[in-house]
């Protein structure tokens, strides 16, 4: 398409693991994280704070948050629910915090047990704690999950979504986040969709967050490419799924997802050859989980010029 810079955030420390039966140590999800930078992968979304006897693979949480904060380059974000969830990743000192809720209120009674109005409106109670901190640099996303469609209520309607984002952002959304959280999005619906949004963030960020559930991840970001997005999650192997939603399954794979974006001439400072190590690591970490992919199955084609200029080198 052209040569411009974009964000690929790697969510396999979060979406990844929250379906993972295996808990990693602390001291392995730094070193997923140390890896990853070291590949050229600088934004990664490194924990949720969410309480430990839901999703008990966040239990340390806050030393992780702690941990990444010291790794030199990583710029840091984490997932919250709710504002106590926001308060306790503030007083890590991170400060990129996203805040989901969904757009279908089946889903969200199920993921965060209140409505998606009452969602929407505890936004603004986050934005309020986070002016309280005095710490303007703290940038909050919002993030609509389930944003094309829901397993348990069928269709989202697109009105309803673009209704959200704009109240987020009146709310005080730094940053806005559109997710297809179970795979039902398709090409057509995701180009449209995401032209609309564009439309109303103006100079805020906007990412596209989708799973692979019924294989059309990557059509669905070349369709928000074409849409204008330049920034997208994606999860090491593929990794991933909502525990809250039936029949969830991984993000689109990260590795994939930046094979597409360099083939298309973009640029993500990412090494993908790097990248194919990092996954072996986490893989032999987590025995019997599905780690997924085309590029790790079958290699980068010999006429595949790789881009491994770092990122900051692109700033
Ligand atoms: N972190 C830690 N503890 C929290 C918390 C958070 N973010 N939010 C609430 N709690 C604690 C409360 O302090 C309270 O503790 P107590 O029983 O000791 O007083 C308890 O949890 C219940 O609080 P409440 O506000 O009533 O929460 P809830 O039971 O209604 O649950 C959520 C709401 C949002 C915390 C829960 O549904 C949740 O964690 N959902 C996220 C699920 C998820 O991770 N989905 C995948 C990502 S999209
Ligand atoms: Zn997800």
Redesign the pocket.
């Known amino acids: 398409m052209n040569d411009s810079y974009v964000q690929v955030t790697e969510v396999g420390l979060r979406d990844g693991l929250?379906m993972v039966k295996t808990i990693l140590g602390t001291e392995q999800k730094l070193e997923w994280c140390r890896r990853m930078v070291a590949a050229g992968c600088a934004d990664i979304e490194v924990t949720?704070?969410?309480?430990p006897k839901?999703?008990p693979q966040f239990a340390d949480s806050d030393e992780v948050a702690r941990g990444a904060l010291r790794i030199e380059g990583l710029r840091a974000s984490a997932?919250?629910?709710?504002l106590?969830?926001a308060q306790?990743a503030f007083d890590t000192g991170l400060k990129n915090v996203h805040y989901?809720l969904s757009a279908s209120n089946e889903h969200n009674l199920k993921?965060?047990?209140r409505s998606t109005a009452q969602s929407v409106d505890d936004f603004s109670n986050i934005v309020a704690a986070r002016d309280e901190t005095g710490r303007r640099d703290i940038k909050l996303g919002a993030g609509v999950?389930t944003a094309f469609g829901c397993t348990i209520a069928g269709r989202v309607d697109e009105a309803h979504v673009l209704r959200i984002v704009e109240t987020l952002l009146k709310a005080g959304a730094d940053h806005i986040a559109i997710a297809d959280t179970v795979g039902y999005a398709n090409p057509g619906q995701v180009r449209k969709m995401m032209r609309q949004v564009l439309a109303l963030t103006g100079d805020r960020s906007v990412t596209c967050h989708f799973h692979d559930t019924r294989g059309l991840g990557l059509a669905n970001v070349y369709a928000a490419l074409d849409a204008g997005v330049r920034s997208f999650d994606s999860s090491l192997g593929g990794l991933g799924g909502?525990?809250?939603a039936p029949n969830a399954t991984g993000n689109i794979n990260t590795e994939d997802t930046v094979f597409l974006l360099e083939s298309e001439g973009m640029k993500t400072g990412i090494d993908i050859t790097a990248l194919l190590g990092v996954r072996e690591l986490v893989a032999s970490w987590l025995p019997g989980e599905p780690f997924v992919g085309a590029i790790a199955r079958a290699g980068l084609p010999k006429t595949f010029a790789e881009n491994t200029e770092a990122y900051h080198a692109l700033a």
């Open positions: 929250q949720s704070f969410v309480p839901i999703v997932l919250v629910p709710n106590k969830g306790r989901v993921n965060v047990r999950a909502c525990p809250f």
